[in-house]
């Protein structure tokens, strides 16, 4: 039954390739390709920052059409406007430059034939020196390490259910249900385990989930891990069987997600009783559960995640000693006090929701913030994270990174936005192979 599974799954994937394997852009007319004058996005303040535009249609440069650009810091509104027309399909736009480390943005705009077509491009200005704005409690670790000791006071319990449809000949599969606290808070997951997996042979890796309320998309997407030996856990985070339908999810979510009332401003005001609270110890309960299999080797726990799973990797990284890497995409909840200094803030962007920025729900806002968890870290770290990103911006990605005193390492694709390539995604396994112990 696995084998035919197995293959079923082959011919899937050979067809979404396929799917896939088509000229770039995408199914799109239309090309844009920008091209900083230098080649690694990055410039020192008080340099002048230059950017050549192209553009095709159908493969074939567009001559004398108007691009509009409009210019300003990241996620900021435009300080500087303008017009270029292309020649050959080219032009060349100047986007000033920055006194201070951060980021301009140049978002173009043309029409083509009654068509409009949009594009952007970030450039970043001495990186390396972005500081956060959200600042340190004096009592975070306090309030972390008190927090602990109360999980740590309710026993461990969990669920194992096999999912045959998600097994194959190299790895098994199952549904867990991970109990975390006494008030019945649960999270649940698909555990991969490699077959015949001896006793204290396996390291183990949590992937939290990306933001939302919705089932586990694409379970395999990640089977080389349990290919490779690994034991891995892919989780979600608000106690609901990812068995559910799609249609469920959706449901839920349109009924506990809107901005309004969604599950990141649930209880802001009140650092005890803030929904994320149990999420981030939530993954410490997750760790317990994969250290208690008799597979795991005894050593090895990693943590590997994007967008809030990044920031999530982070966050039980900082909290959990027992975690030996941590690899991060893009991480969310970083530096969510931006805004208060005119700059990008991380996702949610509570700048953003309205009655979200009072004194009290700020206060709560730094003992979340991922930026505070970075700086507790102590083990090796892989971030990576492009430049074109809006929804984490790299404002928030350099911030986070900064602030990291453990080792640590950086991948930065500038062009991506809030994606990770196939290639990136294998350099984690890649990365997590040399830090094993």
């Not at 920052?49 to 004398?64: R, S």
């Not at 559960?289 to 726990?301: A, F, I, Q, R, Y």
């Not at 799973?309 to 975690?323: C, K, P, Y």
């Not at 009290?360 to 806002?365: A, N």
Request: net charge negative; aromatic share 10%.
């Amino acid at each position: 039954m696995k084998k035919r599974l197995a293959l079923l799954f082959v011919s899937v994937v050979i067809a979404t390739v396929a799917a896939f394997a088509e000229n770039y852009p995408y199914r799109g007319d239309y090309l844009w390709v920008t091209v900083p004058d230098h080649a690694d996005w990055n410039y020192t303040t008080g340099d002048d920052a230059k950017v050549e535009v192209q553009l095709y249609k159908y493969g074939i440069p567009v001559d004398g059409v108007e691009v509009e650009y409009a210019i300003g810091g990241d996620l900021m509104a435009a300080d500087k406007t303008g017009t270029v027309t292309l020649k050959n399909g080219r032009a060349t736009v100047d986007l000033g430059t920055m006194t201070t480390p951060g980021f301009r943005d140049c978002r173009l705009k043309a029409t083509v034939d009654g068509s409009t077509t949009a594009h952007h491009v970030k450039v970043g200005f001495s990186p390396e020196k972005i500081e956060p704005v959200t600042e340190l409690p004096a009592d975070f670790k306090t309030f972390w390490d008190n927090n602990l000791a109360e999980l740590a006071k309710v026993p461990l319990s969990y669920t194992v259910t096999p999912i045959e449809r998600y097994s194959t000949d190299d790895f098994n599969a199952y549904l867990v249900k991970i109990n975390v606290n006494s008030r019945r808070k649960a999270v649940y997951g698909y555990l991969f385990m490699p077959v015949d997996a001896e006793p204290g042979s396996c390291p183990v890796v949590l992937c939290p989930p990306g933001a939302g309320i919705k089932t586990i998309k694409d379970p395999l997407r990640h089977r080389y891990y349990p290919e490779n030996g690994i034991i891995r856990l892919e989780l979600e985070i608000h106690g609901l069987n990812p068995e559910m339908s799609d249609e469920q999810f959706n449901e839920i979510s349109n009924a506990f997600n809107a901005s309004s009332n969604g599950y990141l401003t649930n209880n802001l005001d009140d650092r005890d009783n803030y929904y994320m609270k149990w999420v981030y110890l939530g993954m410490v309960r997750a760790i317990d559960m994969l250290t208690s299999l008799p597979e795991w080797d005894g050593k090895n726990v990693i943590v590997q995640g994007g967008s809030q799973g990044g920031a999530l990797a982070i966050v039980t990284a900082a909290l959990d000693n027992r975690v030996n890497a941590c690899v991060a995409n893009y991480p969310a909840l970083a530096d969510m006090a931006g805004y208060t200094a005119n700059r990008a803030d991380g996702y949610p962007h509570f700048s953003k929701i309205p009655g979200m920025d009072t004194s009290e729900k700020r206060q709560t806002m730094a003992y979340y913030d991922v930026v505070n968890f970075a700086r507790q870290l102590t083990c090796p770290v892989f971030m990576t994270w492009g430049y074109n990103d809006n929804t984490c911006p790299p404002t928030t990605s350099w911030a986070t990174y900064n602030v990291i005193t453990a080792p640590k390492e950086a991948r930065v694709t500038p062009i991506n936005e809030h994606w990770a390539s196939d290639a990136t995604e294998r350099a984690h396994l890649d990365w997590i192979k040399t830090q094993l112990k």
